[in-house]
Every structure is written in C-alpha cells, then in structure tokens.
C-alpha cells in the first residue's frame, strides 16, 4: 500500500463527477427512451457512454486512486499459491461431508425437540 498523504479534491474533480452520475443515468434512461431502435445499437451507445464515462472519471484524482488500487491489487494475486486440482477436490469432499454430518444432527435434535414438546404438552402419545 502506498503511504501518499491524502490529496485534496479540487471542483473541477467534483464537476466531473457530478457531470459522470449525470451522464450515466442520461445513457441508461436513453436506452430505455428509445426502445424502437435495434437493441445492437443501444447497447454500442450505452457502452460507449459509459467508457466516456470511465475515462472522464480517470482524469479525477479519485480515479487515479482506485486505478492504482487495482494495480496493486493485480500484484497481490498474483503472489497468491492456489490450491492445486487435489487439494481442491479433497477440501470440497470434507465441506460436503460436515453439511451433511451436521444437517443430519440438527434433524435428529429437531425430531427430539419437537417429540418432547408434544409429549410436555399432551398432544403426543
């Protein structure tokens, strides 16, 4: 993680993204506006609006952080050793046996309950 003192947010930044929400709800009621047309073109529209969008958004000092982020965050997965195909299979064969272990205890506790409340309250034999 970077340590960077936090920087300030200037208007023109806040216009932005003001004027990106704007944008973005402009594109998805103008899909929706112009429905006669063929829905190829209003989703090209829709996307193309919304990469405007995300590139406007770069230019901010917020979108510099968060595309940073997932630079970093990039990098962090990649250090991650992933299980291999084994591993895998032989932890998922545990989790399905203890839900089932435990789905069967919680059956039988309930039978138990539910037979020893009817008996309290007379309703069983």
Do not use: H
């Not at 000092?61 to 990649?78: A, D, H, I, P």
């Amino acid at each position: 993680m970077n340590s960077q003192p936090e920087q300030s947010v200037s208007v023109i930044d806040i216009v932005k993204q003001v004027m990106s929400v704007v944008f973005v709800v402009a594109g998805v009621a103008a899909f929706y506006y112009f429905s006669d047309i063929q829905l190829v073109y209003r989703v090209l529209c829709l996307v193309a609006m919304l990469l405007v969008v995300v590139g406007v958004l770069y230019t901010t000092v917020l979108g510099k952080s968060v595309w940073g982020f997932v630079l970093e965050s990039r990098m962090e997965v990649r250090k991650v050793v992933w299980p291999t195909r084994d591993e895998t299979m032989r932890t998922t064969l545990m989790v399905l046996a203890m839900v089932s272990i435990v789905g069967v205890v919680l059956w039988v506790l309930d039978i138990a309950l539910y037979t020893g409340v009817r008996y309290l309250t007379g309703q069983g034999g």
